[in-house]
């Protein structure tokens, strides 16, 4: 089945403790993006990537880290999570950005950071 | 910067109405629009996607329509029933990023 996963669902951790949310998909896509979802605020990009090793900040890549090493997969970096990253987070795929193709998304990692 | 504004922010209907929701969009230079559903907690799950050459999808129930020149959508649900209940979000494309309306929240009631 064609998919984007996330992984973990949900997270609980403490100020300062570095974590990754892992991201991989397996349809061959050359995008793939971060996004969290806040309440009032919707969704906001955190970081893209055209294509392995091609990365680009978003509209609020403060305190995270991206990387894209392999065409499947897109780890985001939270090297010193605070609690103001508390959040929802989707990452999401396309074919490619800009050609009329649309999104794939992943069902989403909450993230709570006590 | 691209903006893009959904209303309305709720909406509650009896079963069985037809109803519309929709999204405008401030730069009409856009690649292409996408209507999604998420259901609370869960992930955004794909409806309809408009490429900007195009004015209108339709699939089954769901029609959405396309108006680059005005930068309006509309999202068109016929004979909506409680499983229709969601968040439904609209996204446009412009230039290399996606800009995501805020969404509406659709009740509908037994």
């Known amino acids: 089945e064609a998919q984007v996963t996330q992984n973990p669902r949900y997270l609980i951790t403490v100020t300062g403790k570095k974590l990754t949310v892992t991201c991989s998909q397996n349809m061959n896509h050359e995008y793939m993006s971060w996004y969290r979802q806040d309440p009032g605020l919707g969704l906001r990009q955190i970081y893209y990537s055209m294509n392995v090793e091609v990365t680009d900040k978003g509209d609020v890549p403060e305190g995270y880290k991206v990387s894209r090493k392999e065409k499947r997969n897109f780890p985001l970096i939270l090297e010193s999570p605070s609690p103001n990253q508390t959040s929802l987070y989707f990452c999401?795929?396309?074919?490619?950005?800009?050609?009329?193709?649309?999104?794939?998304f992943g069902s989403g990692t909450r993230l709570t950071v006590v | 910067k691209q903006e893009v504004t959904q209303i309305p922010a709720a909406l509650s209907v009896p079963e069985g109405e037809n109803l519309v929701l929709n999204c405008s969009f401030t730069d009409s230079a856009i690649y292409n629009l996408q209507w999604f559903r998420q259901d609370p907690g869960k992930g955004l799950t794909s409806l309809l996607l408009?490429?900007?050459?195009?004015r209108e999808q339709t699939s089954g129930r769901l029609n959405a329509s396309l108006d680059k020149s005005s930068g309006r959508s509309t999202l068109y649900i016929a004979a909506s029933q409680p499983g229709d209940s969601a968040t439904y979000l609209c996204a446009v494309i412009h230039f290399n990023k996606f800009y995501f309306g805020s969404g509406t929240k659709l009740n509908v009631k037994p």
């Open positions: 999401a795929s396309s074919p490619r950005q800009g050609f009329n193709y649309g999104y794939t």
């Open positions: 408009i490429q900007s050459s195009q």
